[in-house]
Structures are given as structure tokens and as C-alpha cells.
Nanobody
Framework: QVQLVESGGGFMHSGGSLRLSCAAS????????MGWYRQAPGNQRERVAT???????KYADSVNGRFTISSDNAVNTVYLQMNSLKPEDTAVYYC???????????WGQGTQVTVSS
């Protein structure tokens, strides 16, 4: 069992920046990958950014160049730095821990990000 606690969401004007944090109850170095997903009202949950253990990162086209995912294994925390925010970035952001071998997914409770125009 893995508990994930997100923080750092909030309200921001277009063009601003926010940094999300996700603290895991288990060593994140044991994960296959860690990631951030988001879900806007009426939409399906979508992948924003992932970091595979070892350092490879992947981004959704919509955030590439604006968002950066990083991790700190010493404190079992994953971050999402979000710059040049746009109103279409408004969503609940969820942290994800993917188990190796089984690829079972653990999810955090989500943190709301709202960007006004």
C-alpha cells in the first residue's frame, strides 16, 4: 500500500507559475514510474508528465516546454513545476505511483489548480 499526498495547488492568473508536490509513504525509487495526471470537469483523466525510475521523463504535448517533473528520492517526493500557466490547465491534478512488474497504480487525493484568464 502506498499513500500519496499532493500539495501546492491553488489559484493563479494566466502566465503565472505553481509548483505541485507529492509525498509518498514508500520509497519512490521502488516505483516503475511516478507521474502527474489531471482531470478537468467533463473530461477524462489525462497524463501530464511522468518520470520513470532512472530519470526518463515524458510530457503531454500540451504542457511540453512549460511544465517540468522532478523527483527527490531522499524525501520520497515528486514535483511538478508549472510555468506559463493557461486557463486550459485548470483541473484537479493527481499524483501517480506505478508499481513495477504489475503496473498497479496508486493515486493521491488530488489538488485543484485554477488558472484565470
Amino acid at each position: 500500500q502506498v499513500q500519496l499526498v499532493e500539495s501546492g495547488g491553488g489559484f493563479m492568473h494566466s502566465g503565472g507559475s505553481l509548483r505541485l508536490s507529492c509525498a509518498a509513504s514508500k520509497s519512490i525509487s521502488t516505483a516503475y514510474s511516478m507521474g502527474w495526471y489531471r482531470q478537468a470537469p467533463g473530461n477524462q483523466r489525462e497524463r501530464v508528465a511522468t518520470i520513470i525510475t532512472g530519470g526518463t521523463t515524458k510530457y503531454a504535448d500540451s504542457v511540453n516546454g512549460r511544465f517540468t517533473i522532478s523527483s527527490d528520492n531522499a524525501v520520497n517526493t515528486v514535483y511538478l513545476q508549472m510555468n506559463s500557466l493557461k486557463p486550459e490547465d485548470t483541473a484537479v491534478y493527481y499524483c501517480n505511483f506505478k508499481e513495477p512488474t504489475t503496473y498497479y497504480n496508486y493515486w493521491g487525493q488530488g489538488t485543484q489548480v485554477t488558472v484565470s484568464s
